[in-house]
């Protein structure tokens, strides 16, 4: 079993910025961030691979997010710039535990909102 941690949410302009916080109980193969926003379906965002450090994003997301892994920590982040009312979410931090399995486990979620 993987726990997560999910904290940095929060209520910010557009143009602003956050980072978000995953902390995992153990190293799992991937890590990553999906959201969902009002009357739409879960979106991947970002995701990052614990061993080679690769990373993927969602077009929508390109440019503005970064993810990034702090190995001591076992800790994800979600640096979130240039933050734009469709941004807005509930952020869930997410966790493979290998390349043979999906996107398995699931923290509670933080919600992002961006005003206009």
Request: overall charge positive.
């Given at each position: 079993q993987v726990q997560l941690l999910e904290s940095g949410g929060g209520l910010v302009q557009a143009g602003g910025s956050l980072r978000l916080s995953?902390?995992?109980?153990?190293?799992?193969y991937?890590?990553?961030?999906?959201?969902?926003?009002?009357?739409?379906?879960?979106?991947?965002?970002?995701t990052i691979n614990w061993g080679s450090g690769s990373t993927y994003y969602a077009d929508s997301v390109k440019g503005r997010f970064t993810i990034s892994l702090d190995n001591a920590k076992n800790?994800?982040?979600?640096?979130m710039n240039n933050l734009k009312p469709e941004d807005t979410a509930v952020y869930y931090c997410t966790a493979r535990s290998s390349a043979?399995?999906?996107?398995?486990?699931?923290?509670?979620?933080?919600?992002?909102?961006?005003?206009?």
């Open positions: 995953c902390a995992a109980s153990t190293r799992t991937a890590l990553g961030w999906s959201r969902q926003a009002p009357g739409k379906g879960r979106e991947f965002v970002a800790t994800v982040y979600l640096q043979y399995t999906a996107y398995d486990y699931w923290g509670q979620g933080t919600q992002v909102t961006v005003s206009s």
